[in-house]
């Protein structure tokens, strides 16, 4: 009955166990599915779609969060932010694929890694397409909080608004 449960990989000594969770249908079709392991696109594409969610989804907290929030700058504010934080985590793409080593392995969410991920080129154009891509990304979400059907909404969350 236990070994129903968990397998490991082949070698017991990799370390990668296959639970129910990680080795599940829906689990598989879930993360083979996003832009990192989908078949079918280059390494730049990779890198800014990932870009671009992050650019996106980086952008609110900043905006609405950070120490400018209550002032006219603080959608610039919160976008300067989000680009300097995509640029930090370019860096660090870029420091890990020049650090990386060996071809990426195979686990049992992932059976086939991209081979792009192995080489330090791949690394540095997956890097490339992330920094445009978060850069874009944060830029589209600057350009919708603008909006004039926005400009309510933000100003309920800051506590200025009242009904009369």
């Not at 020049?98 to 792009?116: L, Q």
């Amino acid at each position: 009955m236990a070994m129903d449960v968990v397998h490991h990989a082949g070698d017991p000594l990799v370390g990668d166990l296959a639970t129910p969770v990680n080795s599940s249908p829906f689990v598989k079709a879930f993360i083979n599915g996003l832009p990192a392991y989908r078949s079918g696109l280059s390494v730049y594409r990779r890198g800014l779609e990932v870009g671009m969610a992050h650019g996106y989804f980086l952008y609110g907290p900043f905006a609405v969060l950070g120490p400018l929030r209550m002032t006219d700058y603080g959608a610039t504010a919160g976008l300067l932010a989000s680009v300097g934080l995509v640029i930090v985590l370019t860096v660090a793409l870029s420091l890990h694929g020049a650090a990386r080593k060996g071809n990426p392995s195979a686990c049992a969410t992932v059976p086939v890694a991209p081979a792009e991920f192995g080489t330090k080129e791949g690394w540095a154009e997956f890097a490339s397409g992330f920094f445009v891509g978060g850069c874009s990304g944060a830029f589209f979400a600057y350009l919708l909080c603008l909006t004039p059907h926005v400009v309510p909404l933000q100003s309920v969350i800051n506590g200025v608004w009242s009904v009369h």
